[in-house]
């Protein structure tokens, strides 16, 4: 996924305070929220705190000590949602296959019920 970033999507605009959200954690590296429209009893939404398209971009070009810390940040906002020990799903889309709605690298963290397959099975 090639594309350029774009300043303007929504979390973008939410890192500026543009936009409002429910915050769950913040640090230096990440902002943890609750997503507007939940698909599980717990749905929150992970960002990196500078502005990378996808994982692969995040990956190629965030430091190190970037990288750790929006990891460290998604697994304390699950302890903070208390799903760390019942357990959760991590997920990440990555192009337009995926769904991916905003061009900002983000982690939805999901769980606080059983949520069954990871997917359908695929049709013939």
Partial sequence: MGQAYDPSNVFARILRGE??????????????????TPAAATHVLVIPKE????????VANASPATIQGFFQAVTETARLMG??????????????????????????????????PLLAPASA
């Fill in 83 to 116: 799903v760390e020990e019942s357990g959760y799903r991590i997920l990440a889309n990555h192009g337009p296959n995926s769904g991916q709605e905003v061009p900002h690298f983000h982690v939805h963290i999901v769980g606080g019920q059983p949520l069954g």
């Fill in 19 to 36: 936009i409002p959200a429910q915050k769950v954690y913040e640090s230096a590296y990440a902002l943890a929220f609750h997503d507007i």
């Fill in 51 to 58: 502005a990378h398209v996808s994982l692969v971009d995040f």
